[in-house]
């Protein structure tokens, strides 16, 4: 089962095929296609994971920005599962519940992330919000 950090269930509302370099994004679609658009059933962490592995921000001691996302990744977690700390989810069940968030409390989250500024973020997220789609890549 892959193994996801929470807020990249939030990355991929607003992925549209850039990130920090041509390995990230390749293997960003390879997980994007079985999790995002196929479903596929992921066990929720909040360290470095399957998208982590080729980001230039993952270093030996993990990931640079740590503190920051670890701290989204527990609000989520906690959004998501309670005190089950331990928790496996479908993604679309973890879809229906993300778009019961406040926009208010999406901008708390992303807002500081330097992809926010493109404005995708904010848009898959609203999408989600009004039942719309936000695929790329299929
Ligand atoms: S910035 Fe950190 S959390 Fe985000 S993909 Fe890179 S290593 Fe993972």
């Not at 992925?15 to 992921?42: A, S």
């Not at 708390?108 to 926010?116: A, D, N, T, V």
């Amino acid at each position: 089962m892959i193994k996801l950090r929470a807020h990249h269930l939030l990355c991929f509302l607003g992925f549209r095929g850039y990130g920090y370099n041509k390995g990230f994004v390749d293997n960003f679609m390879r997980v994007y296609q079985k999790v995002y658009i196929n479903n596929q059933r992921v066990k929720i962490i909040s360290s470095p994971d399957v998208i982590c592995k080729n980001c230039p921000n993952k270093k030996t001691e993990g990931c640079l920005q740590e503190e920051k996302v670890k701290k989204k990744d527990q609000f989520l977690i906690e959004y998501l599962f309670g005190l089950n700390i331990n928790g496996t989810i479908s993604p679309k069940e973890a879809y229906q519940y993300l778009a019961k968030m406040s926009i208010e409390e999406f901008e708390r989250l992303c807002s500081r992330c330097e992809w926010y500024s493109y404005g995708f973020c904010r848009q898959g997220f609203l999408n989600l919000k009004n039942g719309g789609d936000n695929k790329v890549g299929d």
